[in-house]
Every structure is written in structure tokens, then in C-alpha cells.
């Protein structure tokens, strides 16, 4: 069942490290996956997506990664800065009609 | 850049009292979402609508719950007689049709006394 106030992974790096959030998802039959990032009193912020026929995608200062066999997906993001702080949520589309399902958060700090 | 945008950022209702959540998506978007996030959990999917009509509901969004799209423009999210457990962030999306990414906006803060 659901837990009530989940409390998030956190992750704490210094400023200009590199930052590895990792997500497990739960649907093999899902095809999409986006990364968002979601700051205090603010919806969440699209970053990065990636198809299930890929493995890995780069944008500007952050990749994906996706491993099909574990259902497994990881954002790295490089050069973290005081600005990357924020949750950040992993999600998968489990059908052409787009309906998301959000894992639980993982919290970034970031250490100047 | 154009963004989906909520209003109003913050409603405060009497329990047993209807609400209506108001959203304008990203003009050229087909697919509208509605999503809610109680308190330090996680996002959770209400409903989708696609040309008029809704195409996918989760259990929460039982028949106390209605989306409407009265105009071109807006898209909103009625809650006919609102319970405690209602009180959370509700955040609309909307889907770009060539990326399938989701844009949400800064969602509603709802507060149910």
C-alpha cells in the first residue's frame, strides 16, 4: 500500500561534483521516460526524456540513462551547481495515452 | 517559452463545498492532464483528455470529480463536494504533440478547512 510522508532519498554533493540520481521503474512494457526536476512551491520541470529503444541520451549537463534488463534509469548530471538543488523525479509512460507514473523523489543538495 | 499556467495558486474551501481548478495549456497541446501531490508524497496521475473527452481516469478521480474544457482555451478540474483528504497540490499538463513531453504548470495549492 501507499506510505503516508514518504521521506526522500537524499543526495548532497559539492558544488561542481558530479550528481548520479537513480530511479527504478515498474512497468517493462512502458516505452518513455522523463526526468523532472520540481523546486519548492513550483510544478514539476521538464529535464530529459528517453525512449525505451534507447540506452542513453545527453542534454545540456545531463544524461540518462536506461537499462531495460533491471528497469532501471539514471540522470547524471555534471558540474553540479547551487541551482540543481531541488527534488527530482523519475517517470513512466505506460500507454500511448500519456498517463505518467511518477516515483517517489529524490532530494539534491547541493553544497557551495 | 510558453508554459501552462494554474489558477489560483491557492484555494482555501469549506469542506462539502464545490471547487473548480482552472488550467490554460500550451495552445497548440491535444492531451491535458490532471495530477495531484498530497503533501511529501509523490505525483499522482487523476486523469487524461483528448478531443473532448476524458481518455484515462485513476481511481481517485472518482464521480466527485469532473474536467471540462468550456472554451479553446481553458481546461478545468471540478470537485463537486470537497473532503479533506482533497487538500494537496493539483497540477495540470499538457502534452507536446511532436516530443510527448509534459509540461505541467505551477499547479493549485488546496486547502480543505
Known sequence: GESVGLHLPTLSVQEGDNSIINCAYSNSASDYFIWYKQESGKGPQFIIDIRSNM???????????????VKHLSLQIAATQPGDSAVYFCAERQNQGGKLIFGQGTELSVKP | ???????????????????????????NHLYFYWYRQILGQKVEFLVSFYNNE???????????????????????????????????????????????????????????L
Open chain 2, 54 to 112: 476524458i481518455s484515462e481516469k485513476s481511481e481517485i478521480f472518482d464521480d466527485q470529480f469532473s474536467v471540462e474544457r468550456p472554451d479553446g482555451s481553458n481546461f478545468t478540474l471540478k470537485i463537486r463536494s470537497t473532503k479533506l483528504e482533497d487538500s494537496a497540490m493539483y497540477f495540470c499538463a499538457s502534452r507536446d504533440p511532436t516530443s510527448n513531453s509534459q509540461h505541467f504548470g505551477d499547479g493549485t495549492r488546496l486547502s480543505i
Open chain 2, 1 to 27: 517559452e510558453p508554459e501552462v499556467t494554474q489558477t489560483p495558486s491557492h484555494q482555501v474551501t469549506q469542506m462539502g463545498q464545490e471547487v473548480i481548478l482552472r488550467c490554460v495549456p500550451i495552445s
Open chain 1, 55 to 69: 540506452d542513453k541520451r545527453q542534454g545540456q549537463r545531463v544524461t540518462v540513462l536506461l537499462n531495460k534488463t
